[in-house]
């Protein structure tokens, strides 16, 4: 759409005299029935010193004509311009395949960095579903980024240093069981650290030499390090289970502890940054604006470091590796203060780049937690949505020679993983099995289903030949064109995407290619003149190419979201 937005704000320009960025932001979507793209004149009548009706109508007598539009008229104050069909499918359906991969990517972000701080979750216990919006809205965001040219380092900062790892070594030092803990791995953790925090009720000074074990671990004391290693060791092998079903890739796993050495240089740096002092022993920070707030801790007394100090290390270290130009942390809201007060803090600091950090929160998760409101894993739930989409599947399968294992896993994943990002990310969502996986529905699996079937036409027909040059006049069904008009629509959702960090924008864009194909499907039902297999050679070759541009579309979409691409199913 990106090219009929510009010719239409050149024509208005043109006709009007006024600036082309006043006039490009105003560009909408309208009803489908008042055309493609619409200007509501309202803005311009200050300047213009006419009312927007009279404005919308001198701009329509005055544009000539276009190849871009069939019609641009005044309705009231809006002008409104119809994109000419044979225009948009001349140029998108050829653009879109010379693209391939690349389509929707662009350099507009050379050589500008974006950290994502995702997933980040506390070691020795396992994911737990609240990972999952994290997890996934980081990773979205990263092939976002990507698409449009940023480079991007993706962290997971770990919560793997503190108090609780001192309190889990003592307890694997004192009752711990080697050869469960290989065999059960984060299991065994997990119950070891119920086991422990029993014992600091029950075993009289267990909670002084869980503390001394920290001290020592913070101390660098090799076996106190080594115990903390392998917890830390045994967590990450755990996750990274997980996070290869998922797809998910880090560039680092930099969690607090990374941050533990580095931390007497930074504290330093700190101690002598303005905004900073030192009461009775503490080193703090002063909010700004924070009437009456209490300053910010980053020392206690006895030395120790805090939460908030680790993450401003990482945020000063951040910085000094890559200069970035966005730093998100994607994390509930639950830490909205936290990052508040992070930003002030190195604000107050002299960082002035903290305003290029954004706290990316998102809406909680209705409908999933068990009945005694302890953690639901994250395992739990693509197995359940895996065995799900496999008994959906089961019958067609067998007809079909398709691998149900392999494919019962990537529809279990799509589902849940385009579930949660077609949310706008700051709302709250109830999770819903059913319409999860409801292959009709505003679902990863229609989408996961529109492309296999894609495929499978293409497959059908032969592949498509790329010396025949498709005669894409042929394509003047309004279903074909309505198809490529969702096609020209997602480029401009991955970059609002970006811009607004709403995955959304895209989950919606790569639904309505899909739901636009099926209705393209159903007309070919209706009326056999319509069918993409026709028996006339060069309308089966434009409409292949149509089907071609669309598996193109809906595989770049899912990609971005990171719902796999079955290409059969
Ligand atoms: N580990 C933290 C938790 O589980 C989240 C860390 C988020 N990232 C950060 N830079 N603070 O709550």
Not at 522 to 545: F, H, M, V, W, Y
């Amino acid at each position: 759409m990106h090219r009929y937005e510009k010719a239409l704000t050149r024509l208005v320009a043109t006709t009007t005299h006024l600036n082309s960025d006043d006039i490009r932001p105003l560009i909408r979507v309208p009803e489908p029935d008042k055309g493609d793209l619409s200007i509501p004149c309202f803005p311009f009548a200050k300047r213009l010193k006419k009312n927007p009706a009279q404005i919308a109508g001198d701009i329509a007598n005055g544009i000539g004509e276009d190849p871009h539009f069939i019609s641009v008229e005044a309705a009231g104050p809006y002008l409104n311009a119809r994109i000419d069909p044979k225009h948009i499918v001349q140029t998108i359906v050829p653009e879109i395949r010379a693209l391939g991969d690349r389509f929707c990517t662009s350099d507009v972000g050379q050589d500008r960095y974006v950290v994502v701080d995702y997933s980040s979750p506390n070691i020795a216990k396992p994911l737990g579903f609240h990972h999952l919006r994290s997890t996934m809205i980081g990773n979205a965001l990263i092939h976002i980024h990507q698409a449009l040219g940023y480079r991007v380092f993706g962290v997971n900062f770990l919560g793997d240093w503190g108090k609780t790892f001192g309190l889990l070594a003592e307890a694997f030092a004192r009752f711990g069981d080697r050869t469960a803990l290989d065999q059960q791995g984060i299991s065994y953790l997990l119950e070891l650290y119920i086991q422990a925090n029993k014992a600091v009720e029950a075993v009289s000074g267990f909670d002084d030499a869980a503390r001394a074990m920290f001290r020592r671990q913070e101390a660098g004391d090799k076996a106190a390090i080594d115990l903390w290693q392998l917890i830390r060791d045994i967590s990450i092998d755990e996750f990274q289970k997980i996070y290869r079903r998922l797809g998910v890739v880090f560039d680092a796993f930099e969690g607090e502890s990374h941050y533990r050495d580095g931390m007497a240089g930074v504290i330093e740096k700190i101690e002598h940054a303005p905004g900073t002092r030192v009461d009775q022993g503490a080193l703090v920070v002063d909010m700004p604006y924070g009437e009456g707030e209490a300053p910010l801790m980053l020392r206690k007394q006895d030395g120790a470091t805090l939460y908030a100090t680790r993450d401003i290390a990482a945020a000063i270290d951040r910085w000094q590796r890559f200069a970035f130009e966005k730093s998100l942390y994607v994390v509930g809201v639950e830490q909205r203060r936290h990052f508040d007060q992070l930003k002030r803090a190195l604000s107050a600091m002299g960082c002035e780049w903290s305003d290029q950090m954004t706290h990316v929160h998102f809406g909680r998760v209705h409908g999933m937690s068990t009945r005694k409101g302890t953690v639901v894993f994250l395992e739990d739930v693509l197995n359940e949505a895996r065995d799900r989409a496999r008994e959906k599947m089961k019958q067609t399968a067998a007809e079909r020679d398709i691998d149900l294992d392999a494919i019962s896993e990537q529809v279990g994943i799509g589902g849940v993983v385009f579930g949660d990002l077609k949310n706008l990310r700051t709302s709250d969502y109830t999770f819903d099995w059913e319409e999860m996986l409801n292959p009709k529905g505003f679902t990863g699996t229609c989408v996961q289903y529109a492309h296999a079937r894609c495929c499978s036409v293409l497959r059908k027909a032969g592949g498509i030949s790329e010396t025949n040059t498709p005669d894409l006049a042929l394509l003047t069904h309004p279903e074909e064109i309505g198809l490529v008009k969702t096609l020209a629509r997602l480029p401009g959702a991955v970059a609002s995407a970006a811009r607004e960090l709403e995955p959304s924008r895209v989950a919606r864009a790569v639904y309505d290619i899909a739901h636009a194909w099926n209705r393209y499907q159903q007309a070919g039902n209706a009326d056999r003149s319509l069918r993409i297999l026709s028996n006339d050679p060069a309308e089966k070759t434009a409409r292949c190419a149509l089907v071609d541009a669309t598996r193109i579309g809906l595989k770049k979409g899912m990609a971005l979201l990171g719902v796999p691409q079955p290409e059969a199913m």
